[in-house]
């Protein structure tokens, strides 16, 4: 696959990619194989690294630039990838060592969406649950038992409908259109039930205490901190990483780790706020500095994840403190929490 990235002949003829770079990303991806978490992760910011300096000096190029380097990223994951549970982006020993030295410890499995289940109740089925859900659930329980001082985190979505409040003629949702609202009176519920499933399955004890032991967060509730996440980018160290227009605001960052990422939607022209910015202002407190992060999630999440890292890379999110972990949501739940498990139990031993 790379050797034939380097005998491309469209490369040479246009000279859009430095070879030299090109070759030190073929020397990068293929000495993946059998590497340690930390060291997989170096490789990928290598080559991330590699393409950054490229793109900068072929803007043309910028796409298809950025589909080559895609395409050897996810090379270099399924290195890392066991029977469909993605370690590409979990330094696992480098977590273990700091919890060993004390450092606190929060996850999130499970953050289920309302618009998966009843949003005029906010009931949720329980033996209807989508398998993102079943498998979180089960991943919790595992993480609880592996890391019983740690906090168990919940950042569940009553926020996004999923339902356009606007059509046009043929009754069909308007593109950017605002969102039917949901009650007070369903979030609650919602809330009330999620707390319900997680002591049903076994993840929260009885003398669990909220804020303490677990902590649920909701993403309505999240707004007024993604208002105090765009005050911060835009002044962070002096530099303002926002461009606004109306009510839409974009992240920018010419320098990001991954370019694919240099401009981010944190809020569109209709007022509403994007996961990525929901997400990434949970960790505004200056604490979160001092903590680890586990954020196990189904690989459709990936790019949202890597947004989200974009952003508190900018605010002093280092490395080893923002984990991930993504799963193929059709494995069976304890297939995903077994390997988990073994990955854990693997660099515990050392």
Not at 157 to 167: A, L, P, Q, R
Not at 246 to 265: C, L, M, R, W
Not at 292 to 300: A, E, F, I, Q, R
Request: net charge negative; glycine share 4%.
């Amino acid at each position: 696959m790379f050797k034939e990235k380097l005998e491309n002949a469209e490369l040479k003829k246009t000279n859009e990619v430095d070879a030299q770079t090109i070759k030190e990303n073929v020397i990068l991806s293929e000495s993946v194989a059998l590497k340690r978490p930390s060291e997989i992760m170096r490789i990928m910011g290598g080559i991330r690294d590699n393409y950054r300096k490229i793109i900068n000096s072929f803007h043309e190029s910028r796409p298809n630039l950025i589909g080559k380097m895609s395409e050897e990223l996810t090379f270099t994951e399924k290195e890392a990838t066991i029977d469909g549970v993605n370690f590409s982006k979990c330094q696992m020993d480098t977590l273990l060592a700091e919890c060993k030295s004390g450092r606190p410890l929060e996850f999130e499995s499970f953050s289920p969406y309302l618009a998966d289940y009843n949003r005029k109740t906010g009931d949720i089925w329980e033996n209807m649950l989508v398998k993102s859900d079943e498998i979180g659930l089960a991943v919790a329980k595992t993480l609880r038992e592996e890391f019983p001082e740690a906090r168990m985190i919940s950042l569940y979505d009553e926020y996004n409908s999923e339902m356009s409040d606007s059509s046009d003629a043929r009754g069909l949702p308007l593109r950017d259109a605002p969102q039917l609202p949901i009650s007070d009176t369903a979030k609650i519920n919602f809330k009330k039930n999620i707390e319900n499933i997680l002591q049903h399955r076994g993840v929260l004890k009885n003398d669990d205490a909220a804020g303490k032991n677990y902590l649920l967060i909701s993403e309505s509730e999240k707004v007024n901190e993604a208002e105090q996440l765009v005050a911060r980018l835009e002044n962070v160290n002096g530099k303002n990483y926002l461009q606004k227009n109306g009510e839409a605001i974009k992240f920018i960052n010419p320098d990001a780790e991954n370019p694919e990422y240099s401009e981010i939607t944190l809020k569109t022209k209709n007022g509403r706020w994007m996961c990525e910015a929901l997400d990434a202002s949970s960790y505004l407190k200056p604490e979160n500095l001092q903590i680890s992060h586990l954020v196990v999630l189904p690989d459709h999440f990936v790019k949202q994840q890597d947004k989200v890292w974009e952003i508190l890379r900018v605010l002093g999110i280092e490395p080893d403190n923002y984990h991930n972990i993504f799963y193929d949501e059709n494995l069976p739940p304890d297939k995903v929490t077994a390997i988990i498990k073994q990955e854990i139990d693997k660099y515990r031993r050392g």
